[in-house]
């Protein structure tokens, strides 16, 4: 039974592989969640009528009174203002779009997007109850090497909207193109792309295995290695209270999670933050994103009404 005191969140989550959507209360309970495969929406040439003929049903379901907003989050180069999607290196023809204008004229309600590791960072304090004040710092390892941080529980978007893209930091004398635009991105040498170039050209085992079988081969600790420069680099800048690490590579079967939290502590001054520094490891929640961009979305209305 849908009560009409209720009002709900109609959330998306699209990221490389799986799109993620449904609806979260006002106390940030899931209400109902699906997940499908990225490359229906990735292959659609109407990217917005993919979307409305997903999102429809919600409405005509539960009353578009009842409905807050949509709100979404996605794995996308965005504008400050949230509004535009620049570009979306996982997803087809997904660029240079004003997503959120075109999506509220075509569905009736306010759309708010968002980073999803920002979305995932704020899904995490929230869960874990953990305290927002002062910065917290998220890095997520997937794919790419996501990266986000809050100062006071807001979001940190920098002068231009692109802060905390930490797969990107320059490594001296890489030469090596990035899909980024430019050459020699920390990217390269560690997260999941590098891990399935790893398993099918040098180890030839699936990728999901890769550390339970080779945890000891150099090269694979290389990528750790390389991904604990980056974090240490992060920490040494901001001195953040605490450090959520998650994503699919630290959740992989055998992922050396004590190697790279000694190998960032290494890389950090002592005695502070060397021995200070708190290490809170993700839920892994599948509807993490999805919830996420509902606690966002109640941010950026609230920041809107003040
Ligand atoms: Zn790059």
Redo the contacts with the bound molecule.
């Keep these: 039974m849908v009560s009409l005191n209720n009002k709900y969140y109609l959330s998306v989550e699209i990221g490389g592989t799986n799109l993620r959507y449904g609806l979260v209360d006002t106390s940030f309970s899931l209400v109902n969640f699906h997940k499908i495969p990225t490359i229906g929406f990735s292959n659609a040439e109407d990217k917005i009528k993919y979307l409305k003929d997903l999102l429809t049903p919600f409405i005509d379901d539960y009353g578009r009174d009842n409905i807050i907003c949509i709100t979404m989050a996605l794995a996308s180069l965005m504008d400050k203002e949230r509004t535009m999607i620049y570009s979306s290196p996982m997803i087809r023809r997904f660029e240079n779009i004003p997503l959120a204008k075109l999506l509220e004229e075509s569905m009736g309600l306010p759309v708010i997007l968002e980073r999803d590791v920002n979305t995932l960072l704020l899904y995490e304090i929230n869960k874990q109850n953990r305290d927002s004040s002062g910065i917290v710092s998220g890095v997520f390892v997937g794919t790419g090497l996501g990266s986000a941080m809050c100062i006071n529980s807001q979001i940190y978007k920098g002068a231009s909207g692109a802060a905390c893209e930490l797969?990107?930091i320059p490594v001296p004398g890489l030469t090596q193109k990035?899909?980024?635009?430019?050459k020699g991105?920390i990217?390269?040498l560690t997260c999941g792309k590098v891990l399935e170039k790893l398993a099918a050209e040098h180890f030839k085992c699936n990728v999901k295995d890769i550390f339970k079988l080779h945890g000891k081969d150099e090269r694979l600790l290389d990528t750790v290695r390389y991904l604990a420069i980056a974090i240490a680099t992060k920490i040494t800048i901001l001195d953040p209270n605490y450090v959520i690490l998650g994503g699919g590579v630290i959740e992989m079967e055998d992922f050396p999670l004590e190697f790279l939290i000694n190998e960032i502590r290494e890389n950090l001054r002592v005695p502070k933050p060397r021995e200070t520094i708190e290490f809170v490891i993700a839920s892994g929640d599948d509807e993490a994103g999805v919830i996420g961009a509902a606690i966002n979305a109640k941010n950026q209305l609230l920041n809107k009404h003040e």
């Design positions: 797969g990107h990035c899909n980024c635009g430019k991105c990217e390269l």
